[in-house]
């Protein structure tokens, strides 16, 4: 066999392959093979026909195409791996000799990884902001925890913003009731706008047992965008009586004695939160400074194939919901959908730059991935993911993912070393110590709740999106937040969390 690759271009190559007509007898082989069990000839059992009486049975060009068929896949791989060539994607194949018992010839065009030249990476030093705890972001923490033991009490008055009403909906559309637009004794808090545009102005100043009619846009289902007329009926007004501030409530919301205890808890749960997000920032700036720092051709296939591949997952996720484009867009606030796929476009060219990047830096310094740090990678994901180690890995190989998860892990725990020869400092110059960085386990009864999500070991640059500390609190006339009133909501009408559509599930 032979073969060349020509370079079209830094991320596209085409390979030109010559077949000698011995090396496609295992072609040959499985197609007659495959040929003799669908073809039946009298005088033969099935199986049992010779290969000449299946030529001319079905004739030797649908023979040889089939063998072309069968055999290229092969070769392709074959030449690919020989050669060590990084392909991105399916080749385009075009056929060009095909000589009965002589030579079959094709050439492949398939785009592949760039030659990626690595500077020296020395002195790395980013920048991050300061770990600061204002008094305001503690009162806010209390407050949060005080909501969370605070007590429902009816009372005998038109409901106001911060009451919390149990009202019936009713929405209908051309005089018809609307299946999915009726729900009743569903707990909302008013002034919230979490549900429905047009509900908070109708409820203020109902009283229990008084109804107000409006309208609102429907939008799932298929009279999306239009206008139905909603009627709402309040059933009880209840207004939140929150504990006062003193010790007892230190006591009944927490393990400590005294108030000063659990603000100074909450201040130490907050600055750990915000030295977490500090490794975040450091992470980012890190390979901000590595895609200005190094030059990284674009395979532009790759591009689109990825934004065609959201595009089609969006539609199949708006679709399920009930919704279309248009919908989606109002409410997320998009005005233009050309804007916002020039930023899908950007992001995935950054995020293709950053994996050639980290793949390079990873062969320069040969990176292994080892056992240990896939189980650790794959318990952390199955965590995000709200599901056991063995169902994420067995999820892992049923989608044949497991290659470019390990190819994930690698490039992760590059980047972690890069971060570990990164000089840190914060906006007033000091150093910030990776090591502070790295999983905690916070004491008391509050720590799962108050704690961000746990990193990996070899990854001290953790989520930026980890939430704020928040010790758990209930109660038995606790009030239902905004999630559990969205998902008792009519379902045409409802435009609180649990409809919107969030992009990030497109991504494969």
Excluded: C
């Amino acid at each position: 066999m032979k073969s060349t690759i020509e370079e079209l271009g830094p991320t596209r190559v085409r390979m030109a392959i010559e077949v000698p007509w011995g090396d496609l007898d295992h072609a040959f082989g499985e197609v007659y093979k495959e040929l003799g069990k669908q073809v039946r000839v009298p005088g033969f059992r099935p199986g049992k026909v010779p290969n000449r009486v299946l030529d001319q049975r079905i004739g030797r060009p649908v023979v040889l195409e089939q063998v072309v068929q069968h055999a290229i896949p092969e070769v392709y791989s074959e030449v690919v791996r020989e050669n060590q060539v990084r392909v991105l994607g399916q080749p385009d194949i075009e056929v060009t000799r095909l000589d009965d018992n002589d030579t079959l010839a094709f050439t492949a065009e398939v785009d592949v990884a760039p030659k990626v030249e690595v500077p020296a990476l020395d002195g790395l030093a980013v920048t991050v902001d300061d770990v600061e705890v204002t008094d305001e972001e503690i009162d806010a923490q209390i407050t949060v925890m005080r909501e969370r033991f605070g007590m429902l009490t009816g009372v005998e008055r038109p409901a106001e913003d911060g009451d919390f009403v149990s009202i019936d909906l009713e929405a209908t559309l051309d005089g018809q009731v609307l299946e999915d637009g009726s729900t009743t004794g569903m707990s909302y808090e008013v002034g919230t706008g979490s549900l429905m545009a047009g509900l908070d102005d109708a409820v203020r100043g109902l009283s229990a047992d008084g109804s107000a009619t409006f309208t609102t846009a429907l939008l799932q289902g298929p009279d999306a965008g239009r206008e139905a007329e909603v009627t709402v009926t309040v059933r009880s007004v209840k207004t939140k009586e929150l504990p006062e501030l003193d010790d007892e409530f230190a006591q009944t919301a927490s393990e400590f004695d005294t108030l000063e205890e659990l603000r100074e808890d909450v201040r130490t749960r907050l600055a750990r939160t915000k030295v977490l997000q500090q490794g975040a920032q450091a992470r980012d700036k890190l390979v901000e400074h590595l895609l200005e720092a190094v030059e990284v051709p674009i395979p532009e296939n790759l591009v689109e194939r990825e934004m065609q591949f959201r595009e089609q997952a969006m539609s199949r996720e708006l679709q399920q919901a009930g919704m279309d484009w248009d919908s989606y867009l109002s409410m997320a606030g998009i005005e233009d959908k050309d804007a916002h796929d020039a930023d899908q476009r950007k992001n995935i060219e950054e995020a293709v730059r950053t994996q050639f990047i980290l793949d390079a830096i990873a062969d320069e310094r040969e990176v292994a991935v080892d056992n240990e740090d896939l189980s650790a990678q794959i318990m952390a994901q199955a965590q995000r993911s709200r599901m056991s180690p063995e169902q994420y890995a067995q999820q892992l190989q049923q989608g044949g993912n497991i290659a470019e998860f390990v190819a994930d892990v690698r490039r992760t725990k590059t980047l972690a070393q890069l971060l570990e020869q990164t000089t840190i400092t914060d906006a007033s110059g000091n150093v910030v110590d990776l090591e502070a960085l790295r999983p905690k386990t916070v004491p008391g009864p509050t720590a799962d709740a108050a704690d961000a999500p746990a990193e990996d070991a070899d990854a001290p640059a953790v989520d930026d999106d980890a939430d704020a500390p928040a010790v758990a609190g209930s109660d038995a006339e606790a009030t239902t937040d905004a999630t559990t009133a969205a998902a008792e909501a009519p379902a045409a009408v409802v435009t609180g969390s649990e409809a919107a559509v969030d992009e990030d599930v497109a991504k494969g």
